[in-house]
C-alpha cells in the first residue's frame, strides 16, 4: 500500500512539473502584411519576423504557400529560446489583377500550433491602368525592420537608431510614429525627405519596472503609396535588479 501511495505522489509531481514546461513557441508579432497598390507583373517582398518565445528549441521543419506565386523561405530553420529570424516571402504579381489574399503555413514542433498561419494582401492594377498612371511617389525603405537590445538589467536605458530613406520620386513624409507601449520612446530627426535622402530615427527603451523577454512595435506611418504603414519590431530580454 505504501508503495502505491508513493507511486501516486511521484506520478502526481512528476505531472505537475511537465505542466509548467512550455517547450518551444512560435509568435509572429506581425502575422499580415498588406502590399497595398502594386502593378501587374512586379515580384514583391516582405519579412516576417519569426521568434521563439518558448523555453525549447524551436525547429521550423517546413514552409508552403497557399499557391505557386509567392515563394517563402526562413533565413534559418531552428531557433533557440529567445531568438528570432525573418522570413522571406516573395509575390509574383504576373498574370493577376485586383484584391489578393494570399497564405503561407509554417510547420514548426509547437505542439500548440504546428501549422501556424500568416497571410498578406496586395491589389494587383493592371498593366494598361498602370501605364496610364504613372506619376511620382515615394516610397519608404527601413534599414531594418526588427531590433534586438539584447540582455540588459532592470531600470537600463537603451538605444537604437534605425536609419530609413526616400527611394521614390516624390518627397516622402512620415506623418506619425507610434509605440505599442509608454516603455519606447522615439525620435525623428527628419519626417520629409527629398528622393534620395536619408533619415534616422532614434528609439530609447526604458526598462524600470521590466523583466523577462520582451516584445514591443514602433510603427512608422507616411505617405508611401504602396506601404504606408511599417512595424518596426523590437526585442529585449531585462534581468530583475538584484535587491
Known sequence: MKKLVLFIVIFLVATSLNAQVLGPKLSVPN????????????????????????????VIERVTASCGCTAAKPAVDSLKPGESTSLEVVFNTSRRSGLQKKYVYIKTNDKEQENYRISFSANILKRETTEKIKKPAPKLRLSTNQYNFGKVTEGEKVKAKIDFSNIGTAILAITDVKSSCGCAATLLKKN????????????????????????????????????????????????????
Do not use: C, M, W
Open 192 to 243: 520629409k525627405l527629398n528622393p534620395g535622402e536619408q533619415g534616422s530615427l532614434i528609439i530609447e527603451f526604458d526598462s524600470a519596472d521590466r523583466s523577462g523577454k520582451l516584445t514591443r512595435t514602433v510603427t512608422l506611418y507616411s505617405n508611401d503609396p504602396v506601404q504606408p504603414v511599417q512595424p518596426i519590431t523590437l526585442y529585449i530580454n531585462i534581468a530583475k535588479k538584484d535587491s
Open 31 to 58: 502575422d499580415d502584411f498588406d502590399f497595398g497598390d502594386v502593378n501587374e507583373g512586379e515580384k514583391v517582398k516582405h519579412d516576417f519576423t519569426l521568434l521563439n518565445s518558448g523555453d525549447d528549441v524551436l
